[in-house]
């Protein structure tokens, strides 16, 4: 059965704070992870990764993949309380829908 | 990024109603997905299609089902509605080049 697994579930920090989140998965025909920030209602696309070792960057936000081990983190540096949210990652499988699994998600709580 | 537009945005309805959720888009994405999330719970993928006249059950079992006649719509039905079934329910679609899916605003529904 495949399987997404974050960690931690929740994580309260201070604004500037810097926080990492991990991902693991055990999936078969494993073909990309997806990092996603959900707010109030739908959740919003970050990353998608395939390769290991290569980080994606887009602001303070950062990823990388390690497909060695299964797992990946998502990095956020200066937090802010905008920042505030679930994070959810999802591992695909290679099929031609592209099948996608989703962990239970990391809920950041950023104070000020 | 693309369009994508879900109907209702609320429902409440009684014990023992057929309903059925409206879930299309303007960008003629072949990939389609419907998810039911629980209040901070993880995502869970009840159906999915890659074209018109496929669809596939997900990975949780769902008394829905769904239809995809054409390319622009898939409809996710409950023949009878029951309190069990109040959650949200998500509509994503697939991008055409890679595996991100861009979510619907989601549907929440309140049987009672």
């Known amino acids: 059965e495949d399987k997404v697994v974050q960690s931690p579930l929740s994580l309260v920090v201070h604004e500037g704070d810097t926080v990492t989140l991990n991902c693991s998965y055990e999936?078969?025909?494993?073909?990309?992870l997806l990092w996603y920030k959900q707010e109030k209602k739908a959740p919003t696309f970050l990353f998608m990764l395939?390769?290991?070792?290569i980080e994606k960057k887009s602001g303070r936000l950062s990823s990388i993949l390690d497909k060695k081990e299964l797992f990946s983190i998502l990095n956020i540096t200066a937090t802010q309380t905008g920042d505030s949210a679930v994070y959810l990652c999802?591992?695909?499988?290679?099929?031609?829908?592209?099948?996608?699994?989703f962990g239970d998600g990391t809920t950041l709580t950023v104070k000020p | 990024e693309a369009d994508i537009y879900q109907t209702p945005r609320y429902l409440v309805i009684g014990t023992g109603k057929k309903i059925t959720l409206e879930c299309s888009q303007t960008?003629?994405?072949?990939?389609m997905y419907w998810y039911q999330q629980d209040p901070g719970m993880e995502l869970h993928l009840i159906h999915y299609?890659?074209?018109?006249?496929?669809?596939e059950k997900g990975d949780l079992s769902s008394e829905s089902t769904v239809s995809r006649i054409r390319t622009e719509h898939f409809p996710l039905t409950l023949e009878s509605a029951r309190p069990s079934h109040t959650s949200q329910y998500l509509c994503?679609?697939?991008?055409?080049?890679?595996?991100?899916?861009?979510f619907g605003p989601g549907t929440r529904l309140t049987v009672l």
């Open positions: 999802a591992a695909v499988i290679n099929t031609n829908a592209g099948k996608s699994t």
């Open positions: 999936v078969t025909n494993f073909r990309s």
């Open positions: 395939t390769s290991s070792g």
């Open positions: 960008m003629g994405h072949d990939k």
């Open positions: 299609s890659y074209g018109v006249n496929s669809t």
């Open positions: 994503a679609i697939g991008d055409k080049f890679t595996d991100t899916q861009y």
